[in-house]
């Protein structure tokens, strides 16, 4: 299973055709997920025209909670970062924490990401 980050569903919420095509590359393969904090940021943004679409969208991944080990991986990223003094957004530490604590890939276009230095975290181009 992989974890799309708020980035990528943002643009599928935007219907750009490169998301369906990555995410259809790996429904193939296997389940797709996404995080709590995603959906609460793709849906605290959706319009009320657009709402229906980002609903049956969210509906095609696997929502990962936050619980426990995801806030033992957040505060280590945090920690992490903080005495390299590269940081990043608190929603990105809480993301970062649920894929790292389900073991999964994530997958952004966020560069802010790399400072994590995981082998876990593919960062895609900018489209």
Excluded: C, W
């Excluded at 998301?19 to 389940?31: A, N, P």
């Amino acid at each position: 299973m992989v974890v799309f980050d708020t980035s990528l569903l943002i643009d599928a919420s935007r219907k750009k055709k490169y998301v369906f095509d990555l995410i259809d590359s790996y429904l193939g393969k296997e389940r797709i997920a996404t995080t709590i904090i995603t959906q609460y940021e793709l849906l605290r943004g959706a319009s009320k025209q657009n709402l229906t679409f980002v609903l049956e969208l969210l509906n095609r991944f696997v929502v990962l909670d936050f619980g426990e080990d995801a806030v033992d991986e957040a505060v280590k990223a945090y920690k992490s970062l903080s005495e390299k003094g590269k940081m990043i957004t608190e929603l990105d530490f809480l993301i970062a924490g649920i894929a790292a604590a389900n073991n999964e890939t994530l997958l952004t276009k966020d560069k802010d990401f790399l400072n994590l230095e995981s082998n876990k975290i593919i960062v895609l181009p900018q489209h």
